[in-house]
């Protein structure tokens, strides 16, 4: 019997003038035994039913917010977290994350991200005190955590598209119901999340797909997609 090809989720709207879209296209096309990739985009995702979340074997929450619909990148985050398939999110993915964590784990529904909700009165996502878009910057791994195991370094230099992160007030919200800090700046802002319970499941505010070369496969993006294809044969999709 013929093996299936990995298919990864890209829940986002794609943008063809977005560097960071066509930069993860090209982290996947190019990574060796590379899945298929299809764009799920999340208007799409907020109608129930529209779209067979199960025949994927990983979702990446990509770059790129604020998305056409929060409601469908959140949904589609919530299914990969309640049923155990591989995701990563980069960027807006990793503040989606958050922001799912908090609403559908911690049970505030009026959890909320400033970019869309500026005056809204809880919000899991604020804009950072500096805009870290188009910057490299250091990342501090913590020890013992599934980001060390796969960088296997104590630091690295990755590249920052972002002005919105973490409210540092829900940190320890956050941990206190079992998400991991796992990378950090060099003042101790969070940069990687991650719940070590699931198959594989993290967030960088970084966007590691841009840091992907044929060469040089970054190491979040090959873990991510070995963890994809482990997790492939239960969640094969039947007709």
């Not at 709207?13 to 590379?34: G, V």
């Not at 501090?140 to 007030?169: K, M, Q």
Request: with cysteine; glycine share 8%; aromatic share 6%.
């Amino acid at each position: 019997m013929q093996q299936q090809r990995v298919i990864i989720a890209l829940v986002g709207d794609r943008n063809p003038a977005n560097r960071t879209h066509l930069a993860t296209e090209e982290a996947f096309t190019d990574a060796p035994d590379a899945p298929a990739i299809e764009w799920l985009a999340t208007e799409r995702l907020s109608e129930p039913g529209a779209i067979d979340l199960t025949r994927y074997a990983g979702l990446l929450i990509t770059p790129g917010s604020p998305y056409r619909s929060m409601d469908g990148a959140l949904a589609a985050i919530r299914h990969a977290r309640e049923h155990q398939v591989p995701l990563l999110g980069t960027c807006g993915g990793f503040q989606h994350l958050i922001l799912e964590f908090a609403r559908h784990v911690l049970g505030r529904a009026d959890a909320d991200h400033e970019e869309t909700s500026p005056g809204a009165p809880d919000l899991a996502v604020t804009a950072l005190t500096c805009s870290l878009a188009g910057q490299t910057h250091p990342v501090r791994i913590v020890a013992g955590t599934r980001a060390a195991t796969i960088y296997g370094v104590d630091e690295v230099l990755e590249p920052f598209f972002c002005s919105y992160g973490l409210n540092s007030a829900y940190r320890p919200l956050l941990e206190a119901r079992g998400l991991v800090i796992s990378g950090v700046d060099r003042f101790g802002e969070v940069r990687i999340i991650e719940l070590p319970a699931h198959p594989f499941f993290v967030g960088t505010l970084f966007v590691p797909q841009a840091r992907h070369r044929p060469t040089e496969p970054h190491p979040l993006i090959s873990a991510f997609i070995a963890a994809a294809a482990v997790s492939r044969s239960p969640r094969r999709h039947h007709n």
